[in-house]
């Protein structure tokens, strides 16, 4: 009470203020350092902030059109105001999103804004996600939040499928058909599993219902959860931040929450959905009076899923007909294989990255400074190479339209794609090390020789050398302050007694991979090498007026090991 | 009159009864086939002049690959050069030529559509000819494909056999869609509503035929009318821009494109424009 009339405020606004903090405490939490907290800025920090505001668009959007969709499979006949389908026999759900479409005010808008808000959601989930793998922000502490982050990319999937499955038009009844195939390409289980998740054979009358309980309740409740649970842990670690002077792995270098950050991830918020609004009114998006009633007799070319399961469509696409006989019954590899065992195991890859990169290393400290991509030459290879099992197989999954559109040979794709999936990745990961590699020599050599300053000088014996010019400190701590992992050091053969010891094999394992992973990363700029190419320089091509800074602060340039 | 009779049976027996008789029947018999039977094709002097042009044209344009007499040419290795043209009917020639398909420029795997050779002159001729060879379907009127006045109920219907026969090609928005070995479904955005009828009369190319006892002609209008309808329908389009009706793959596309590219540079933007960055 007190704190108010000291600040003047009109009574209208101080009256309501007051009479909350007496009941809730909010002005004391508003003091604390909870809205203090720093953040900062690169354009990069913002890719996980799209998907949040994307998710806010899809639950405003999403609550708009339940108010009209009707999640049933019962049988109706169609009389809204689209004339080519008027009296055909269809699904309320399919007549329910007709009438959505057309016949209610801001329905069409409305249901465009909400599914190319889903794309934004899954593909922003993802562009976060490899930001994360790509700079390291995955260590300690922050592998929990790693692992909440996949699940909500999991999840997010596995809802936008769920309501591109609700409109049941045809592409939604040929998607959920595939579902239905790879539930039951599960041996022994997945005819069980089939008949229960469609309360009897496929299509039944009992899925829609189903799936909208998931779409409209568990998933988005699970979402909700998670997000809250992922930024929660963000306070509590505190964001990450980019090497600098001043910025160490105790501090946050970055502007508050209050009122810079505010006004900057509100604005975002404002501005991304401006950008879903506009792609909702511009582009049309899945125009389902186009694909008709679902009806398991009928298929158009160009079904494919929205792009989060293309890499799924893609692996059944290239996936040979495999079948196997057992006992009378048949194991259909064709399915399992690319449609359940291959996406389970790319998934747990994404999912155990970071606890296999700990293993390696043995890197137990925390990091709150973020690595540059170059500076972990392996690490950014092997995320470039499953980017690129990622893309060939979205490429695949869109095989008919690239034949199409290109006027390539269909077969030929595939079979070039059976190839590329195995020699792809590989050709990526090593081109991706040598690019990174390549780049840390440069770096290297920026830091002890400067930079080149573009001044030609000619030496009385006729001799041309470009003059180089030492870097900033600033430039200097930003090449020089990322840290190395030494080899993990053997366990011995034998214990003190002279028995085997069983530790050993694992840590040879252990050294070995460390090797491959670690061994070519170009050595760090030590800080003798540092001191020894100043004086060299001081000697002979320092540029005028330019003040080498870096001695000032050796002990800043140390590097850590 | 029974005078008449009387001497008529009287003479019965004469010796040129049975030649009179004989002539008799002759007549009504030559009488009867003059006014029923089908005039041969040299009754009509404008057409067998048709016909002759065609020959001529067909000569000149098809025989290389089709054979003199459209009998087909045979590859040394066994693979044909191109099929035997007997039998195929004036719609095959009208559709293949008057879209441009034949003459091929080049052998592939497919005959592509592009701008036609001949003129509708010549195209007709060239049908005359191919169908004076043998039996076959012949161009439709302009009635079997008049979609105009097909009303609501009979488009729906065309809608459903569109979906269940002709979308797993040509796609749901007749954009077209691939087949295998480099083949394609075209897409059948502004195709003449005569050409689709005939395609289903002759299944060319990789296209199966919708004979009339699979596909009535009225449901062959029905299908046609849908497809226009579907056409006319997106002036202007409900969603706004189609992305070329392809389905999900090009949403993606643009999702990432514009949604995702546009959000980075606005996110390049914010992050550059703080209380701290000097400019």
């Given at each position: 009470m007190s704190q108010q009339s000291k600040i003047n405020a009109p009574k209208s606004v101080s009256g309501p203020v007051t009479w909350l903090d007496d009941r809730t405490g909010l002005a004391n939490l508003a003091n604390k350092k909870f809205l203090r907290k720093v953040f900062p800025d690169h354009w990069s920090f913002m890719l996980g902030e799209i998907a949040l505001w994307s998710f806010v668009i899809l639950l405003l959007t999403g609550v708009f059109l339940t108010f009209w969709f009707k999640p049933s499979m019962a049988e109706v006949e169609y009389h809204g105001s689209?004339?080519?389908?008027?009296?055909l026999h269809m699904s309320d759900a399919y007549s329910s999103t007709l009438d959505i479409s057309f016949?209610?005010?801001?329905g069409l808008l409305m249901r465009q804004v909400h599914h190319w808000a889903a794309i934004l959601f899954i593909a922003a989930m993802m562009v976060h996600m490899l930001r994360i793998l790509f700079t390291g922000a995955f260590r300690k502490p922050r592998e929990i939040n790693y692992v909440i982050g996949s699940l909500l990319l999991m999840l997010g999937i596995l809802e936008g499928f769920a309501g591109y499955s609700l409109p049941d038009d045809l592409l939604s009844g040929t998607g959920l058909r595939i579902a239905e195939g790879l539930i039951r390409s599960?041996?022994?289980?997945g005819t069980y599993t089939s008949f229960f998740a469609f309360g009897?054979?496929?299509?039944?009358?009992?899925m829609i219902p189903r799936l909208y309980m998931l779409h409209i309740l568990l998933i988005p409740g699970l979402l909700i959860a998670l997000v809250t649970a992922h930024l929660v842990l963000l306070y509590y670690h505190k964001h990450t931040q980019w090497p600098g002077?001043?910025?160490?792995?105790?501090n946050v270098v970055g502007e508050p929450f209050l009122p810079i950050y505010t006004a900057k991830a509100g604005g975002f918020f404002f501005i991304i959905f401006g950008v879903t609004s506009l792609m909702g009114a511009l582009l049309q998006i899945n125009p389902v009076w186009k694909y008709g009633p679902y009806n398991p007799s009928e298929v158009t070319a160009g079904s494919q899923p929205d792009w989060y399961m293309g890499i799924a469509e893609g692996l059944l696409r290239i996936m040979p007909g495999w079948e196997t006989e057992v006992f009378g019954y048949t194991l259909s590899w064709n399915v399992?294989?690319?449609?359940?065992v291959a996406p389970g195991v790319l998934f747990t890859i994404a999912l155990l990255y970071p606890f296999i990169e700990q293993w390696i290393t043995g890197d137990k400290r925390e990091h709150h400074l973020l690595q540059r991509p170059r500076n972990a030459p392996s690490r950014t290879a092997f995320i470039v190479s499953l980017m690129t099992v990622y893309g060939l197989l979205w490429f695949a999954g869109g095989n008919d339209i690239i034949a199409l559109k290109f006027d390539l040979d269909l077969n030929w794709i595939t079979r070039f794609m059976r190839v590329l999936i195995f020699i792809g990745p590989p050709i990526a990961f090593i081109i991706t090390k040598r690019i990174c590699l390549g780049l840390q020599r440069a770096d290297r050599e920026r830091a002890l020789h400067?930079?080149?300053?573009g001044i030609i000088m000619r030496a009385p014996s006729g001799e041309y050398t470009e003059r180089h010019a030492p870097l900033s400190s600033t430039e200097t701590w930003k090449l020089v302050s990322h840290e190395q992992y030494d080899r993990p050091e053997l366990e011995p053969a034998v214990d003190e007694n002279g028995v085997a010891n069983p530790a050993s094999r694992r840590s040879r394992l252990r050294s070995k991979v460390w090797a491959f992973w670690y061994d070519d990363d170009v050595t760090n700029v030590s800080r003798e090498e540092l001191e020894e190419a100043h004086s060299h320089t001081d000697g002979h091509h320092r540029a005028e007026?330019?003040?080498?800074?870096?001695a000032d602060e050796p002990s800043e340039l140390e590097p850590k090991h | 009159m029974r005078l008449l009779s009387a001497r008529l049976s009287a003479r019965?027996?004469?010796?040129?009864a049975g030649l009179v008789v004989l002539l008799l029947g002759l007549g009504i018999a030559g009488g009867l086939y003059a006014t029923v039977a089908p005039k041969p094709a040299e009754a009509n002097a404008a057409q067998q002049e048709l016909v002759a042009d065609g020959r001529k044209l067909f000569l000149v344009?098809?025989?290389?690959?089709?054979?003199k007499n459209a009998e087909g040419i045979m590859n040394?290795?066994?693979?044909?050069q191109g099929p035997p043209l007997?039998?195929?009917g004036a719609a095959a020639v009208d559709f293949q030529v008057s879209t441009g398909?034949?003459?091929?420029a080049q052998t592939g795997a497919q005959a592509p559509r592009k701008?036609?050779?001949?003129?509708d002159e010549q195209t007709e001729a060239l049908a005359a000819f191919v169908a004076s060879l043998g039996p076959g379907p012949a161009i439709p009127a302009a009635e079997d494909y008049d979609?105009?006045?097909?009303?609501e109920e009979e488009i729906v219907r065309g809608g459903e056999l569109w979906r269940t026969?002709?979308?797993?090609?040509?796609n749901f928005n007749a954009s077209g869609g691939a087949l295998p070995d480099g083949k394609y479904a075209p897409?059948?955005?502004?195709?003449?509503a005569k050409h689709m009828y005939e395609a289903m009369q002759?299944?060319?190319?990789q296209m199966p035929v919708f004979s009339d006892n699979v596909m009535t002609p009225e449901d062959k209008r029905n299908v046609i009318a849908y497809v226009k309808h579907l056409e006319q329908q997106d002036?202007?389009?409900?969603?706004?821009?189609?992305?070329?009706?392809?389905?999900p793959v090009s949403e993606g596309l643009f999702g990432w494109i514009v949604g995702i590219g546009g959000l980075v540079i606005v996110t390049v933007w914010i992050t550059g424009h703080g209380a701290r960055v000097k400019k």
């Open positions: 689209y004339e080519l389908l008027r009296g016949d209610v005010r801001a599960v041996p022994v289980v009897g054979e496929f299509p039944g009358d009992d002077p001043g910025r160490t792995n105790r399992l294989l690319p449609g359940v400067g930079f080149e300053t007026g330019t003040e080498v800074e870096g | 019965r027996r004469h010796p040129l344009g098809c025989a290389s690959c089709h054979g040394a290795s066994g693979s044909q007997i039998g195929v398909r034949m003459p091929m701008d036609p050779l001949y003129t979609y105009e006045d097909a009303t026969n002709c979308t797993a090609c040509h897409s059948l955005v502004g195709v003449d002759i299944g060319p190319q002036q202007p389009n409900p969603g706004g821009f189609a992305l070329g009706s392809l389905g």
